[in-house]
């Protein structure tokens, strides 16, 4: 067993240490355990809904952003089919923090595209830890206007602390990029289906949100700002403990809150024990929600997808006089 990634873990991680033990040991003496090992398991998987069940916001901000969490390309790999990656915007460079492509789902052709993190410091570097420059945003866009002309329905999968905010990034226009794509999601022709599959962080996010159905992972989180930064700004403290839960709470971070909200549109759950628990039956329940709200979509005509989309994020929002 490695050594837990997240604190609150560390009780399941010294349980299954005392079960592999046991095992290992009765292995190596040809010893039958198997009544000693039934309640040590039924332990550990009572523990497991106990912990993931009573997460914090704080909580579910670090599982959002494990390393180990299934990221968009694990997703593609297993949960889509004949999969063409595409690069490039056709005006600067192919930015790595955005992946895109043909691909089909249940056998239709769909387009999907998502933002790309890394899982070492090799591989976070070529993908700027998932932080997309512009020409990221206008690879996303060009390959939707091309799933438009198609007629093919468009697939995005969010997961980003934000877009990039370096000097570079801000001469080539990064606000410009974000503020298209929200204008030309808002009237493609086809049908958008947006998942938050980890950290949905601001307009780096929201540049591939604007869609006909918003689903989110339960344990995934989605954010006007990171809860560092809204603790830094409001408490003037962004490290403590304390304050990042009060900035999580404060937030409404939660798909739960933002479903409760309607600013999404469905929780997709998650194994227990997170995402990155069990890559597989995480994207199972991916390809299947897809295809559920996808059969729903195509039944729309072209005008009255529009029309609808705008609607939805039109009623948007709560205020009190």
């Known amino acids: 067993m490695a050594a837990p990634s997240l604190d609150f873990e560390r009780p399941i991680a010294d349980l299954e240490r005392q079960i592999d033990e046991l095992r290992r040991l009765a ?10 090992l039934a309640p040590l398991e039924k332990k550990l998987s009572d523990l497991r809904v106990s912990i993931y069940r009573g997460l914090t916001p704080l909580q579910r901000v670090q599982v959002a952003r494990i ?37 089909r789902l249940d056998g239709e052709t769909v387009m999907v595209i998502g933002h790309q993190r890394g899982r070492d410091t090799k591989e976070n570097l070529k993908r700027n830890f998932g932080m ?9 866009l060009r390959l939707m206007k091309l799933a438009e002309k198609f007629q093919v329905p468009v697939i995005t999968l969010i997961d ?8 570079g990034a801000e001469e080539r226009g990064q606000s410009e990029a974000i503020a298209r794509n929200l204008f030309e999601m808002s009237q493609l022709q086809v049908p958008i289906i947006a998942t938050v599959i980890g950290e949905g962080g601001s307009g780096g ?21 990171t809860v560092e930064g809204c603790a830094a700004i409001l408490w003037k403290d962004g490290k403590s403990v304390e304050m990042r839960e009060k900035a999580a709470s404060a937030l409404r971070i939660t798909a739960q809150d933002l479903f ?49 989309r705008r609607e939805k994020f039109l009623r948007m929002g709560q205020f009190i006089e």
């Open 132 to 140: 997309p420059h512009p020409e990221g945003y206008r690879k996303a």
């Open 260 to 308: 409760e909200l309607r600013v999404i549109d469905e929780i997709l759950p998650e194994p227990i024990g997170g995402a990155h628990s069990d890559h597989n039956a995480t994207a199972t329940t991916l390809r299947e929600t897809l295809v559920r709200h996808l059969d729903e979509l195509k039944r729309r005509k072209p005008e009255q997808l529009v029309r609808k």
């Open 67 to 103: 390393p180990k969490r299934p990221f968009t390309l694990d997703y593609i790999r297993l949960a889509f089919t004949d999969f063409i990656e595409l690069h490039g915007d056709r005006a600067f460079r192919d930015d790595a923090a955005i992946v895109g492509g043909w691909a």
């Open 160 to 167: 980003t602390p934000g877009a990039w905010a370096g000097l």
């Open 27 to 36: 292995g190596d003496r040809d010893l039958d355990v198997a009544a000693e």
């Open 205 to 225: 996010a929201l540049a591939l949100g604007v869609a006909d159905r918003v689903m989110m992972f339960e344990n995934a989180v989605y954010s006007v700002i």
